[in-house]
């Protein structure tokens, strides 16, 4: 896998109850029926009873497993909102979404091999489709925005001009983290999709990847 600009990081996130569930992120594209890249693994220290470090790392197929298990975690309103099809057919997605020949993916760990979040980055020409999930429990805690940062980095350096994600009209989250980038954003909406997209190029400082530990 090429070198990309998203680092190794560890944030400090505190756990929430799984009922306060805000849902994942769908991408409307269809797959075919996916902080720097390496294996090395580092967390925060000085973690209390509310805390407890996440890391944002490089994905792969190695994360099959870890992914499929973050599935059966994830509620079916959670995997309906980011996958097209039936809840119960999320795992099909994933040998695509995590093969970097389709793109970037990034995982957010809590301790080795166990994944709360996942974020893709999906070639398409010189444009990358933007997709992310986080595990109920873990949502409203930091994670998505801090994989979206990282992914726009990716962008950056891969020279993919436009990033958009495909979500639903209803949906609040998914435009309130794009929104956050400082990005200018293009909407486009067709019955209940809703597509986002912003030109990479413009990109603040303020959407570069959070600091280690930050």
């Known amino acids: 896998m090429a070198d990309c600009d998203a680092q190794h990081s560890s944030i400090r996130l505190p756990r929430r109850a799984a009922h306060d569930s805000l849902g994942g992120y769908r991408s409307g594209r269809s797959c075919a029926p996916d902080i720097r890249g390496g294996s090395q693994r580092r967390t925060a220290d000085g973690v209390d009873s509310t805390e407890t470090p996440v890391l944002l790392r490089t994905a792969g197929p190695d994360d099959l497993t870890a992914a499929r298990a973050m599935h059966a975690r994830c509620s079916a309103f959670t995997l309906a909102h ?3 099809g039936p809840p119960g057919e999320a795992d099909r997605y994933l040998g695509h979404l995590l093969s970097p020949r389709f793109g970037r993916s990034l995982a957010a760990e809590t301790t080795p091999g166990h994944v709360v979040g996942l974020a893709h980055l999906l070639w398409d020409d010189d444009e990358a489709e933007i997709a992310l999930l986080v595990e109920d429990e873990w949502q409203r805690r930091g994670i998505g925005t801090a994989m979206l940062r990282s992914l726009l980095a990716i ?16 949906d609040t989250a998914m435009p309130a983290l794009m ?12 019955g209940s999709t809703l597509v986002l997209s912003a030109r990479v190029t413009a990109l603040p400082a303020a959407a570069l990847p959070l600091a280690a530990g930050g």
């Open 155 to 170: 962008a950056l350096r891969e020279r993919r001009e436009i990033v958009y994600t495909v979500t639903s009209t209803a």
């Open 179 to 190: 929104r956050g980038t400082g990005l200018p954003l293009e909407r486009h909406t067709e």
């Open 82 to 84: 980011r996958y097209p």
